[in-house]
């Protein structure tokens, strides 16, 4: 019994993942090519995490910050929001966010390259494919996503405290002094940690769907979706586990 298509693509993908691991850690890195996807996974990518960032710090601040001034426990808004940010929003919607910007575009450039055979051309002139086009696209990712997490982070944070002394008169240093009770020294790190494993799984297997592509030109839209698919359901799977490895004690 043959194993279903995104089975076989999704250990294609890790195999393929691996490859690019192996050839980092060799040194066999393209500086050009790595300073192209950098600016792609982020400063391209800049704006769109720091809106919603703008968008999200606010809002949870608005639900957290109402409930609590009812109860007379407008001090912790800060805390609350802290831990909110660090352990679960951040790194999850950064990485949703680097899903649908980023692991598209690799996900469509190496599927049109895969259908019209610029993969077996890049092959016949002796270059690994996985170290010209997977490692550059892998490391950028690595490096890329713990650096907008924490672009996140911060922006959330501050409009969190914007909002608050606005709509609900609770002091700055109200708030920030919250955060700081609240927070434990791990946390950051933590939630670092967090984006750089979601930085690396979203890069091998929106890689790996790519280069897994067959078929013509309709097939690259197909691969591009199923990958944004896969890629969302296991950082699902792997932020809980991550979750209770971390802060489950």
């Known amino acids: 019994m043959k194993a279903p298509r995104w089975l ?48 999200a710090g606010t809002v949870f601040n608005i639900q957290v910050a109402a409930e609590l001034s009812k109860q007379g426990a407008s001090s912790a808004v800060g805390g609350l929001l802290a831990l909110g940010l660090s352990r679960e929003i951040a790194p999850l919607l950064t990485a949703t966010l680097l899903t649908g910007k980023v692991a598209t575009a690799y996900a469509a450039q190496l599927g049109t390259m895969k259908v019209t055979e610029q993969i077996d051309a890049i092959t016949m002139l002796r270059t690994d494919p996985v170290e010209y086009l997977v490692v550059p696209r892998v ?16 922006m959330a944070i501050w409009s969190g405290q914007v909002s608050s002394t606005l709509l609900y008169s609770i002091p700055p240093t109200v708030f920030w002094n919250s955060v700081r009770v609240w927070m434990e020294p791990d946390d950051l790190p933590s939630m670092l940690l ?11 297997i929106a890689c790996g769907w790519g280069l897994t592509t067959r078929g013509g030109p309709k097939e690259v839209g197909a691969s591009t979706t199923g990958a944004v698919v896969m890629i969302l359901v296991t950082v699902a799977l792997v932020d809980v586990l991550l979750t209770q490895l971390l802060f489950g004690q």
């Open 8 to 55: 076989q693509r999704l250990g294609s993908s890790l195999m393929i993942g691996g490859q690019a691991v192996s050839a980092i850690a060799r040194g066999r890195i393209g500086m050009v090519d790595l300073v192209q996807e950098l600016l792609e996974a982020g400063p391209g990518s800049f704006l769109i995490v720091l809106i919603t960032a703008l968008a």
């Open 194 to 204: 967090k984006a750089v494993v979601f930085g690396l799984m979203i890069a091998v």
């Open 139 to 154: 490391l950028a990712m690595v490096v890329m996503a713990p650096v907008q997490c924490l672009l996140f982070f911060w």
